[in-house]
């Protein structure tokens, strides 16, 4: 792949990890494509995405509009394709069509399962424990255009989303650095995908963090999984917002939503056990650990029905 020219669609974390073995593999990026800089944490601090900051590096130009849609986008006869990983907007035919060798996605499951916005937070949320990496030819569909290649690999029991993400994005880079040179030469043909097999997922939004107590403490466990850090998962305690940042399943029987003081260790009922509370945050408060949240809210919190 040494030399191919390419203009680089993604965002995220996950995406400069495959910006990054693409330019370790001496392809010649000529544009980053990149979401707008966002205000984020309490503060509301604008900040770079991670694609952004890697392009800066590496003097690559950046375009960040916030959307595609009728934006004119500059590319050298040279480039003959782009990647695309983790972008989080659509991509109009009008850009595809700027690719005579089309976009080439990392998308992140086993296609035609979990097309859209977050296969990976809907795979740990459903308790799988494999998933995989697509290399697929982009086409004007969500996420229905023809596979390249594909690499399964297990979820391990307590992963969190940051854990697996970083790991597929690992197995994503390889996957895609040993593929692209058999498809940029032809030998390799797109397959196209069993759509009665499809499967999707939506964008998340904060209410998905929020716990039902009559779920069971895998399902409870999961969505903390799945859900970590963002948007986190919580619960009401009288008019405010209980973030639980940090649980792990536990035997213990108690009523789904009872919240039990032990010491100092905290258990919340689920319909079958308890999940055991080790790090949380009180709206308007900082992080605590489950010991000083006793200690200072301990007596209040005795045997609460949440």
Same mark, same amino acid.
Not at 152 to 176: H, K, S, V
């Given at each position: 792949m040494e030399k191919s020219s390419l203009v680089f669609f993604g965002t995220h974390d996950f995406a400069k990890t495959i910006l990054q073995s693409l330019i370790d593999a001496g392809c010649v990026v000529e544009l980053v494509v990149t979401q707008p800089d966002r205000p984020?944490?309490?503060?509301?601090?604008?900040?770079?995405?991670?694609?952004?900051?890697?392009?800066?590096?590496?003097?690559?130009?950046?375009?960040?509009?916030?959307?595609?849609?009728?934006?004119? $986008? /500059? =590319?050298?006869? @040279?480039?003959?394709?782009?990647?695309?990983?983790?972008?989080? &907007?659509? !991509?109009?035919?009008?850009? %595809?069509?700027?690719?005579?060798?089309g976009i080439i996605n990392v998308h992140t499951s086993l296609l035609p399962k979990y097309r859209g916005a977050s296969p990976i937070q809907s795979a740990l949320r459903d308790g799988e424990t494999q998933t995989g990496v697509t290399i697929m030819k982009m086409d004007k569909g969500m996420d229905t255009g023809a596979i390249l290649s594909q690499?399964? $690999? /297990? =979820?391990?029991? @307590?992963?969190?989303?940051?854990?697996?993400?970083?790991?597929? &994005?690992? !197995?994503?880079?390889?996957? %895609?650095n040993t593929t692209l040179p058999l498809y940029l030469s032809g030998s390799l043909i797109p397959e196209e995908q069993d759509h009665t097999q499809a499967t999707g997922c939506k964008m998340i939004s904060r209410e998905d963090g929020k716990i039902d107590w009559n779920k069971t403490t895998a399902e409870i466990y999961n969505m903390y999984r799945a859900y970590t850090p963002w948007p986190g998962i919580w619960t009401m305690w009288g008019d405010k917002r209980l973030k639980?940042?940090?649980?792990?399943?536990?035997?213990?029987?108690?009523?789904?939503?009872?919240?039990?003081v032990d010491g100092s260790r905290l258990f919340i009922g689920t319909g079958d056990s308890s999940v055991e509370i080790e790090q949380i945050q009180l709206e308007g408060k900082s992080v605590m650990s489950v010991e000083e949240f006793v200690r200072g809210y301990g007596k209040q919190f005795l045997d609460t029905q949440l």
């Open positions: 984020v944490g309490r503060k509301q601090e604008m900040q770079k995405p991670a694609t952004k900051i890697l392009a800066e590096q590496y003097g690559i130009p950046v375009f960040q509009p916030e959307k595609l849609k009728d934006q004119k $986008i /500059e =590319i050298s006869e @040279d480039c003959q394709f782009a990647v695309c990983a983790q972008y989080g &907007a659509i !991509i109009p035919q009008s850009v %595809l069509d700027l690719f005579p060798k690499s399964t $690999i /297990e =979820i391990f029991p @307590d992963e969190t989303y940051p854990q697996l993400d970083a790991r597929m &994005a690992e !197995i994503g880079a390889t996957l %895609l639980l940042l940090a649980i792990k399943p536990s035997e213990r029987k108690n009523s789904p939503g009872k919240a039990v």
